[in-house]
C-alpha cells in the first residue's frame, strides 16, 4: 500500500493514458473517487484506519519529530532494562544509541 500526495492540476495530465505505469491508475482512482465517494475497488479500510490512528497519535505527541523520538527512546530504553531483567544482553550498538541520545 502506498501513499500519493500530487496536485489534482498534475493528476488530470494524466487522464486516459495507458495504464502501463501506476502514475496512470492514480488518475483513475482520483477520478472515481470524486465521482463516486468510494474506492474503485474494495477498499483498504484497515490501512485507512490505522493512517488515521498514526496522525492522530503524532499530532497527540506534539506533531514533530523530537516528539517521535523520545517516544522511540523511550520504548528502547523500557526493552533494554527488560532484556536485562531477563538476563538477556543488549547489543552494544543499542547501548551506544541510547548514550549519545541522552
Excluded at 9 to 14: I, R, Y
Excluded at 87 to 95: F, K, N, T, V, W
Aim: contains cysteine; positive net charge; hydrophobic residues 40%.
Amino acid at each position: 500500500m502506498g501513499f500519493v500526495f500530487v496536485r489534482s492540476g498534475v493528476l488530470e495530465t494524466l487522464r486516459g493514458q495507458f495504464a502501463r505505469r501506476w502514475r496512470s491508475i492514480w488518475h483513475d482512482q482520483w477520478a472515481y473517487m470524486e465521482k463516486t465517494t468510494q474506492w474503485r475497488f474494495t477498499p483498504p479500510t484497515h490501512v485507512v484506519v490505522a493512517l488515521n490512528a498514526a496522525l492522530e497519535q503524532y499530532i497527540g505527541e506534539g506533531g514533530g519529530q523530537p516528539a517521535r523520538l523520545a517516544r522511540y527512546t523511550r520504548n528502547c530504553e523500557t526493552l533494554v532494562a527488560g532484556m536485562a531483567r531477563a538476563g538477556l544482553p543488549a547489543r552494544s550498538s543499542i547501548r551506544r544509541s541510547r548514550r549519545r541520545s541522552s
